[in-house]
């Protein structure tokens, strides 16, 4: 591999890292908060990407203006889905059980837009579609650099969440100790719920900042499950700074591996990823002490 | 009338889901700056008080009640309101969290920033190593020195009562004489505490007053002292002689 597609490659895995680490975000925040496996984010995902092309369809406008709307209406469906659904599970068989139901909930989703739009595989058309821009010496697409962009801000401004606001603390603070978090006075019920539609609240930007660059179709979001799986269980499952850093560097080896192995072999990163995970650190390699508690 | 009691449990019953009853008509009274302690054997009850007193577990019948006021059914936020505060048996600090962090989180329900500072600036005083490790993440340090932070924490709601369950748990004997020296500066400083502790006889040294729990109700009660010297309840509950 010549040095300026190795730096090509490496430009490009920075770019998809950063996207991942967004799509996996609030993957990793549902079982934090709650011990929930969301079969159904990357089904939300899509369905972000959707209303995207939609909206763009319909106004003309750039699809990044959806999110005015995409952000909050996700953000109250989570709150919805948590209140009307999850809680409904038995706490002692919680995580198996949202298994089940997220997968259905996943079907559903998948079903509806195939109804609502068909099966036809859809396609953002930007002005700056097919623009590049010259990087450190390598090509780099727009619209990879403006997906980029688009999950920096949103995971620093999760980031400020957690950090900064009296509810990323409770939240953090449930994640960490949630017996602990009602014995401060933090209603983690409540927590729970919008911290699901937090979650949500991302795959809207995640499925939008995918949507720039990829051919959308309703079954879309199999493709996408294993590998976010495999993210959120290599960075250590509850960590959001675990995972961004296991998307990053998976994302990074995926790209680099891509040139002589193909896309589709360099794919099995993940699972590859996952399977050593589980059989040397179950925990995850990137969460700290918050980890060991799972 | 106003009770001479902060904290009052009056014949209470109590369990978990279906299963048969804890505590079957139990009485415990904290006074005010005052250490009370509960000894006895495993599953005499002793933790379960704890949870009815904040509010963790909604007791089927009997009273809790905080300076004359039946609270009984109340939720952990209301008892925390109420004045009473919960420290957990283990550790319960948040660990990835700095211990900056986790004391302000003592005080989540306290609205005025004010009150919220001159709060964090006591607990300070009263638990050095709270402003000596101010910056670190509180999951870094020692087993002696997370229970400290923990009771720190609880006092940011400037507690009436505070609730103690096995302070001592999993500490070696130097951590645990620190962490019960801390216990009584909590009296010092003017808070009640309910203490439960599987190490009777150093729980009856530390306490002003003694509860022996046994099959979910008091079983003896009385000045900590006197149950210390007391040969039967030593050979009984203590595993041995009494004290000298």
Redesign the interface.
């Known amino acids: 591999m010549s040095s300026a597609l190795l730096l090509q490659s490496l430009i490009l895995g920075i770019l998809l890292g950063g996207l991942y680490a967004l799509l996996a975000a609030g993957l990793t925040l549902y079982f934090g908060v709650m011990r929930v496996v969301m079969i159904a984010h990357s089904a939300f995902l899509i369905l972000a990407g959707y209303l995207a092309w939609f909206f763009t369809v319909t106004t003309g406008w750039d699809p990044l203006i959806s999110l005015v709307i995409t952000v909050p209406v996700f953000f109250g469906l989570g709150v919805a889905v948590q209140r009307l659904l999850m809680t409904r599970l038995k706490p002692a068989s919680l995580t198996m059980m949202s298994v089940l139901l997220t997968f259905a909930i996943a079907l559903v989703i998948e079903g509806m837009l195939g109804f609502t739009f068909t099966g036809v595989q859809r396609r953002i058309k930007l002005d700056y579609g097919a623009a590049s821009i010259e990087l450190f010496g390598a090509q780099v697409a727009v619209v990879k650099l403006v997906a980029f962009g688009l999950a920096v801000l949103a995971l620093g401004a999760l980031w400020l969440v957690l950090k900064k606001t009296s509810f990323g603390q409770a939240l953090r603070a449930t994640i960490q100790h949630k017996e602990a978090a009602e014995l401060v006075g933090v209603d983690t019920a409540k927590v729970a719920s919008y911290g699901f539609g937090l979650g949500l609240a991302t795959a809207a930007v995640g499925g939008t900042a995918l949507a720039l660059d990829a051919t959308i179709y309703p079954s879309l979001h199999w493709h996408w499950i294993g590998p976010l799986f495999a993210i959120i269980v290599v960075g250590g499952l509850g960590s959001i700074p675990g995972a961004a850093i296991a998307a990053m560097l998976l994302g990074i080896t995926q790209s680099l591996l891509q040139v002589p192995l193909g896309t589709t072999w360099a794919q099995t990163v993940f699972y590859l990823a996952l399977f050593v995970t589980l059989i040397v650190r179950p925990q995850g390699f990137f969460g700290g002490r918050l980890a060991q508690r799972f | 009338m106003e009770s001479e009691h902060l904290l009052e449990l009056v014949d209470i019953e109590a369990g978990y889901g279906r299963a048969a009853l804890v505590l079957r008509g139990l009485t415990v009274r904290v006074p005010p700056a005052t250490i009370v302690c509960l000894v006895g054997p495993n599953g005499a009850g002793k933790s379960t008080v704890l949870k009815v007193a904040?509010g963790?577990l909604v007791p089927r019948s009997g009273r809790v009640v905080v300076q004359g006021k039946d609270v009984a059914g109340d939720g952990?936020?209301q008892m925390?309101r109420h004045g009473l505060?919960?420290v957990?048996q283990g550790h319960?600090?948040?660990?990835?969290?700095t211990v900056a962090?986790n004391i302000?989180?003592?005080g989540?329900?306290v609205g005025d920033k004010a009150v919220l500072n001159e709060r964090i600036e006591r607990v300070k005083t009263v638990f050095p190593i709270v402003a000596e490790r101010w910056n670190d993440l509180a999951?870094l340090l020692s087993g002696g020195q997370q229970k400290q932070v923990e009771f720190a924490?609880s006092l940011?709601?400037s507690p009436k009562v505070v609730l103690l369950d096995e302070p001592s748990m999993g500490l070696d004997p130097k951590t645990t004489a620190t962490v019960f020296e801390q216990v009584v500066r909590m009296r010092d400083h003017g808070t009640a505490v309910l203490l439960v502790e599987q190490n009777a006889r150093r729980a009856l040294e530390t306490a002003d007053v003694g509860c022996v729990l046994d099959l979910g109700r008091v079983h003896i009660s009385g000045p900590a002292r006197e149950l210390l010297e007391d040969p039967e309840l030593s050979r009984l509950y203590l595993g041995g002689r009494p004290a000298a």
């Open positions: 904040s963790m952990p936020q925390l505060a919960h957990l319960s600090v948040f660990p990835e969290m962090e302000k989180l003592g989540f329900t999951g924490r940011m709601i």
